[in-house]
């Protein structure tokens, strides 16, 4: 829609590992005949270090992906310069880099924030958007010794955990939508200026053995640009989809699409979304499928819990507080154009085909 509009190319660019690779070629060749170039790159692939002995799990490097990991969105930078991406995206008179995670949905182009950023002169931007209680891992901006830095949870000392998720003590996190420029991040590369903090993520693998995974931010770059700052966005910029509770709300009418951009129904009186919490049962996405016949009308919820052997019939209306509540051998049927509005429903409830 933005190169159709403007009539400009601005190409998509995936970031994979090598676990997503190979599936996101498959999905990409769908696009082939769409106006979007879609461009593609690895990040790199380093060894777990088993948590015992701190050696290295591959002996080789053709050992099997078990040994190996992505080391976090902190790799971009890098990866982008090794993949030449960033010479030819310059040799193309491209200058600017919009990076947002794939599953926040919010994330598109905006061109206010652009014209910003040239005006400002600014070599990176952070997008950050208002705390509420259910962000409290969310990284925040620091002025740390004068420089402009992201402090994550995990470098967070657990003596101080309370104060990091206060909402009052900061109030704003980074929702890494971030505004870059390429001849600066060519410039940090090539001057070996980079020096991202190190998290450490402690994993067990299948076969049990623990294995430590030094990762970084791509965030926290944000020191080494020049008047690189935050910038204060609504919330409708924020809209990740990691959970089918995510996915819910997003398949619903609380939302449509229009150009590739989600938007609120305005008929929905509250501009907060609702609290939505489904249970095991609703944890694939196959399953979660499954257990709707059609997504149900939820422009008056304020929250809903779901848990147990529960499914809903086409045309269900869910308003106010909605929990539903299928014990341990029980199933729950929600009728056809069923309105739920602050009900607990619990127990045993079964339609039968007649």
């Given at each position: 829609y933005l190169n159709k509009k403007y009539k400009v190319?601005?190409?998509?660019?995936?970031?994979?590992?090598?676990?997503?690779?190979?599936?996101?070629?498959?999905?990409?060749?769908?696009?082939?005949?769409?106006?979007?170039?879609?461009?593609?790159?690895?990040q790199s692939r380093y060894p777990r270090v088993n948590k015992e002995s701190f050696l290295p799990m591959p002996r080789s490097p053709n050992d099997d992906s078990s040994g190996w990991y992505p080391p976090g969105h902190g790799d971009l930078y890098e990866s982008l310069v090794n993949s030449g991406l960033v010479d030819l995206l310059l040799s193309e008179?491209?200058?600017?880099?919009?990076?947002?995670?794939?599953?926040?949905?919010?994330?598109?182009?905006?061109?206010?924030?652009?014209?910003?950023?040239?005006?400002?002169?600014?070599?990176?931007?952070?997008?950050?958007?208002?705390?509420?209680?259910?962000?409290?891992?969310?990284?925040?901006?620091?002025?740390?010794?004068?420089?402009?830095?992201?402090?994550?949870?995990?470098?967070?000392?657990?003596g101080h955990i309370e104060d990091f998720k206060s909402i009052k003590k900061f109030r704003i996190f980074n929702t890494n939508n971030l505004w870059m420029s390429l001849k600066a991040i060519k410039r940090v590369i090539d001057n070996k200026e980079l020096e991202l903090e190190v998290i450490v993520n402690n994993k067990t693998l299948d076969s049990g053995v623990k294995v430590l995974q030094l990762e970084t931010a791509v965030g926290a770059g944000i020191k080494h640009f020049k008047n690189a700052h935050g910038i204060n966005v609504p919330r409708k910029r924020f809209l990740p989809v990691k959970s089918t509770s995510d996915l819910f709300l997003v398949t619903s009418d609380l939302y449509s699409l229009h150009h590739g951009e989600l938007r609120m129904n305005p008929q929905r009186v509250f501009p907060t979304v609702p609290l939505v919490k489904l249970g095991d049962e609703f944890k694939k996405v196959f399953n979660?499928?499954?257990?709707?016949?059609?997504?149900?009308?939820?422009?008056?919820?304020?929250?809903?819990?779901?848990?147990?052997?529960?499914?809903?019939?086409?045309?269900?209306?869910?308003?106010?507080?909605?929990?539903?509540?299928?014990?341990?051998?029980?199933?729950?049927?929600?009728?056809?154009?069923?309105?739920?509005?602050?009900?607990?429903?619990?127990?045993?409830l079964r339609i039968l085909d007649h």
């Open positions: 190319n601005v190409p998509f660019i995936l970031m994979n590992s090598f676990n997503t690779d190979e599936e996101t070629k498959r999905i990409v060749q769908k696009y082939g005949n769409q106006n979007v170039r879609i461009l593609t790159f690895n008179g491209k200058e600017y880099l919009f990076v947002s995670n794939v599953d926040n949905l919010g994330a598109v182009v905006d061109l206010n924030i652009l014209n910003h950023m040239v005006e400002s002169d600014s070599e990176f931007i952070m997008e950050v958007t208002d705390k509420t209680r259910a962000d409290i891992k969310g990284g925040t901006l620091i002025d740390y010794e004068g420089v402009i830095q992201l402090l994550e949870v995990a470098q967070v000392p657990p979660f499928l499954s257990r709707f016949e059609s997504p149900p009308h939820i422009l008056e919820l304020d929250h809903l819990t779901v848990t147990g052997d529960v499914t809903f019939g086409a045309g269900v209306q869910l308003r106010g507080t909605v929990i539903i509540v299928a014990n341990h051998g029980s199933r729950i049927d929600i009728p056809p154009g069923a309105i739920l509005e602050n009900k607990v429903v619990s127990g045993n």
